[in-house]
């Protein structure tokens, strides 16, 4: 039992537990603080995330039943659409996901179109010069992902629909 590898991310940050763990020494492990670090920072940055980009997705399909209709057929045609009340649920694997390829361009544009994170940030690495603005080394730039991914220079429907 002791060789066993661990079979969920959970179980695995547990065993990489290294109470001698420290940054002043290359020592495999984590210590607990990084662990609490890590569990703190998967519930922080995946809950909200996916919790937001699903009400997006409830929100656009609700306006777009043509949409819904077509995702749909997709999930029948693979034999992933529950049916009876979910007394028979299909098993989703990565093989079956990557078959849908409607449902993954839906997903991508509720994405695009649904603000989960507005902006990201990067720290300027040498002096530039973008559209005429210049920028120093060492400067943060605030990057507006909604305003990218909504710029009708770049993106010609706009909406759903
Ligand atoms: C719809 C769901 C999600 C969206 C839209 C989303 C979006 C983003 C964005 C925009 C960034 C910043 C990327 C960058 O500036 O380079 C990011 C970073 C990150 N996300 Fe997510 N995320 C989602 C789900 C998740 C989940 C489920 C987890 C973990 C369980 C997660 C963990 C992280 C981590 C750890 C980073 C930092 C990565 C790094 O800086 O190296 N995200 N995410």
């Given at each position: ?35 609490f670090d890590e569990v703190l920072m998967m519930i922080m940055t ?22 819904q209709q077509r995702m749909k057929e997709e999930l029948r045609k ?22 849908l390829t409607y449902c993954e361009c839906v997903t991508k544009e ?52």
């Amino acid at each position: 039992m002791e060789n066993e590898q661990p079979k969920n991310l959970i179980a695995l940050l547990v065993s990489s537990l290294n109470e001698e763990a420290n940054d002043d020494q290359v020592l495999s492990g984590l210590t607990r603080a990084e662990i609490f670090d890590e569990v703190l920072m998967m519930i922080m940055t995946g809950y909200e995330t996916t919790s937001t980009a699903l009400s997006w997705f409830i929100f656009f399909a609700s306006k777009n039943p043509q949409i819904q209709q077509r995702m749909k057929e997709e999930l029948r045609k693979h034999h992933l659409l529950m049916i009876d009340n979910l007394k028979y649920v299909p098993p989703l694997t990565v093989d079956n996901l990557t078959s849908l390829t409607y449902c993954e361009c839906v997903t991508k544009e509720v994405l695009r179109l649904g603000p989960v994170f507005g902006l990201t940030s990067r720290i300027a690495t040498y002096d530039t010069i973008v559209d005429d603005v210049k920028i120093h080394r060492g400067q943060t730039i605030l990057i507006a992902l909604h305003n990218i991914n909504t710029d009708a220079r770049y993106w010609h429907h706009g909406d759903p629909q």
